[in-house]
């Protein structure tokens, strides 16, 4: 495997961040957030939109499996790490890295439903919506990108590449 090109870079990545966080802002006027971040993927990202979010904000992590060690998704999502904390009254919003088929992330949002959140809403940074499996309505969405395989900003290939500053195709 081999990175091909640089997709989105650095910059554009911090600028959609922070354009992201200021509609969190908005949306919650005021009010406290709890990002939930999907591990591993969505660390990176979840890291810079809390420093841009101008509003109380508490964190957790799940960690979930339907990749394995392939580029496809297998479609059997599998919780690994559940929430710490009861999200029952809370704002909440999923953080993920990227939706693909679309099936981890349904799951999770069925799954944290009946955990009596205020609000539970979703939000990725980059959105293939040509591979997706079900219907799913994403909040927040940073960037709509093409059927790639990439890497880059937390995402990675065989736990690799997950620290490049920016996001790249790759050829296998």
Known sequence: MKISSIFISQEDIKNKVYEIAKSIEKDFKGEEVLL?????GASVFLSDLIRNIDLDVEIDFMAVSSYGM??????????????DND???KNVIIVEDIIDTGLTLKYLKDYLSNKNAKVLKICTLLDKPSRRKCDI???YIG???EDKFIVGYGIDYKEKYRNLSYIAFVEE
């Open 36 to 40: 939930v971040g999907v591990l591993k």
């Open 70 to 83: 392939s580029t496809k998704s297998s479609g059997v999502v599998k919780i690994l790490k559940d929430l």
């Open 87 to 89: 999200i029952s009254g």
């Open 137 to 139: 309505d994403v909040d």
């Open 143 to 145: 960037f709509e990108i």
